[in-house]
């Protein structure tokens, strides 16, 4: 009878620590994998540098189509582009003429 007695007491003595060890195992498993935790912010820091990437590559493509535009305008028409530009879009490419579009 003792012993039981014993047993429950030193239980009861031990309660505290293991619940507050296992909330402190809790917080540290989810601040790690869970939703807003260090590795989904990697990820997300990942993907937003593709994002970038991407963002960049569209900016370089626009600066491309902005210039090509820019020489078709009436106040400083390019020749070369105008001859092009005309012969890609009626098809009128003779078969000894190479067009390199970029």
């Known amino acids: ?60 493509s626009l600066d491309d189509y902005d210039r090509r535009i820019n020489l078709l305008r009436a106040n400083q028409l390019d020749g070369d582009m105008l001859d092009e530009r005309s012969r890609v879009m009626a098809g009128l490419v003779k078969a000894n003429e190479f067009i390199i579009v970029q």
């Open 1 to 60: 009878m003792d012993a039981i007695h014993q047993i429950k007491g030193r239980a009861r003595k031990m309660l505290v620590p293991i619940m507050g060890a296992l909330f402190f195992t809790y917080f540290v498993v989810h601040s790690f994998y869970g939703d807003r935790g260090i590795i989904a912010w990697l990820h997300l820091q990942k993907q937003v540098s593709l994002a970038e990437q991407t963002l960049s590559a569209l900016h370089d």
